[in-house]
C-alpha cells in the first residue's frame, strides 16, 4: 500500500495563493493516477484534478481550469496543487489520493487517501 500526507493548507485571503503538497510513502506512485479533491462541509466531495504519474498528462474541473495547476516531482514521489486566485468558493478539506484506474473524476476510483488539509480562504 501507499500513505499519503497533504500539507501546505492553511488561510489565504481572496485572491492569494498556496500550493499543497501530497508525499507518498510506503510505495512510490509508480503507475498510478494522482488526484486532488476537495469537500466542504455538507457537501460532497468533488474532483478537482488530477495527474498520470507515469506521463504526467493532466486534467481539471471546470472550476478551477486556469487557476489551478497540477504538477509532480519524481524524484521526491510528490504531486503539488499551485493555487492561484483563490476565491472564498474554494474553502474546503482538500485531499490527494491514488487511483490504479477507472474513472479519475470519480472518488470512488481512488483505493489510496490522504488524511487532508483545510484551505480556508477569507474576503
Known amino acids: 500500500q501507499v500513505q499519503l500526507v497533504e500539507s501546505g493548507g492553511g488561510l489565504v485571503q481572496a485572491g492569494g495563493s498556496l500550493r499543497l503538497s501530497c508525499a507518498a510513502s510506503g510505495r512510490t506512485f509508480s503507475s498510478y493516477a494522482v488526484g486532488w479533491f476537495r469537500q466542504a462541509p455538507g457537501k460532497d466531495r468533488e474532483f478537482v484534478a488530477v495527474i498520470t504519474w507515469r506521463y504526467g498528462s493532466d486534467s481539471y474541473a471546470g472550476s478551477v481550469r486556469g487557476r489551478f495547476t497540477i504538477s509532480r516531482d519524481t524524484a521526491k514521489n510528490t504531486v503539488f496543487l499551485q493555487m492561484n486566485n483563490l476565491q472564498t468558493e474554494d474553502t474546503a478539506v482538500y485531499y490527494c489520493?491514488?487511483?490504479?484506474?477507472?474513472?479519475?473524476?470519480?472518488?470512488?476510483?481512488?483505493?489510496?487517501w490522504g488524511q487532508g488539509t483545510q484551505v480556508t480562504v477569507s474576503s
Open positions: 489520493a491514488a487511483a490504479a484506474g477507472g474513472s479519475l473524476s470519480t472518488p470512488g476510483a481512488y483505493d489510496h
